[in-house]
């Protein structure tokens, strides 16, 4: 059974920093693409950043420059570095594995964590 544990929100002040973690299992991790999402109340959830199996790096305009994607496979476990956090970035960042389709949909992806809570406030 696969499961994916994220991990590492919580709340902070605009210009602050936050590191997240995923915590994969019951997968093959090494040759799975990995993804963050992440869903504002009263908004649909979106692409935050990708990871390949072998490493390339995809972000939303929205976050990149400020966000990092990486991942260590011996670990099974991918992060999401986030720094200068803006009041918009507050949200519930998910954790997902690619199965097929286009990178930058939820459909896209087969295997979803449980969502760790991200807010940016003053």
């Known amino acids: 059974q696969v499961q994916l544990v994220e991990s590492g929100g919580g709340l902070v002040q605009p210009g602050a920093s936050l590191r997240l973690s995923c915590a994969a299992s019951?997968?093959?991790?090494?040759?799975?693409?990995m993804a963050w999402f992440r869903q504002a109340p009263g908004k649909e959830r979106e692409f935050v950043s990708a990871i390949t199996w072998s490493g390339n790096l995809y972000y939303a305009a929205s976050v990149k420059g400020r966000f990092t994607i990486s991942r260590d496979n011996a670990k099974n476990t991918v992060f999401l570095q986030m720094n200068s956090l803006k009041p918009e970035d507050t949200a519930v960042y998910y954790c997902a594995a690619f199965t097929g389709g286009s990178r930058y949909s939820t459909n896209s992806y087969g295997d979803w964590g449980q969502g760790t809570q991200v807010t940016i406030s003053s």
């Open positions: 019951g997968l093959t991790f090494s040759t799975y693409d």
